[in-house]
């Protein structure tokens, strides 16, 4: 199987979200719990406990703040890396097989993935990503692919990959 594509802003953040799927979902439990935090020293107010809502409101103002500016930190980090990244614009032909994963891109850059050197892909509306165990990861744009090539990606790889 062979396709050509170029790798869009939007389809670039997509696979970095999903390739830190677990991690985002860290942060929305923290902010969870911040929001509990909150709704205890409302009522620890309302009970007018100043003491003790003073001292809730410290640590709920401290969940409340890292993970927001994590999140805020993610999302200029995908936004300049895209656009730091030249490489990533170029056009790529993808070749696909039951041994091996290989790439050529416009702008002279190519490689040969053979499929036991990926640890795990992921899939989402509008990418695939296939993930080295260094966490280097490839994407697969799946607005290059009619949906008879997209199964046909899909089964390639699940038959070598696990998916996460």
Known sequence: MQFNCRISKKDYEEALRLRRKNLRRVVYAVLICDVLLWLYW?????????????????????????????????WLFGFYSYRKNRNIKSEFIYRISGEEFSYQSSSGG????????????????????????????????????????????????QRVLTKK
């Open 42 to 74: 409302m009522m620890l107010a309302v009970k007018g406990e100043i003491t003790k809502a003073s001292a809730v409101m410290s640590q709920a103002m401290i969940f409340l703040i890292w993970p927001v500016v994590y999140l805020v930190f993610l």
């Open 110 to 157: 190519s490689g040969v993935a053979p499929w036991t050197s990926l640890s795990y892909w992921r899939e989402s509306k509008s990418v695939f990503i296939l993930v080295f165990p260094s966490g280097v990861f490839l994407i697969c744009p799946k607005s290059c692919l009619v949906a008879e090539q997209q199964d046909e990606f899909r089964e390639i790889v």
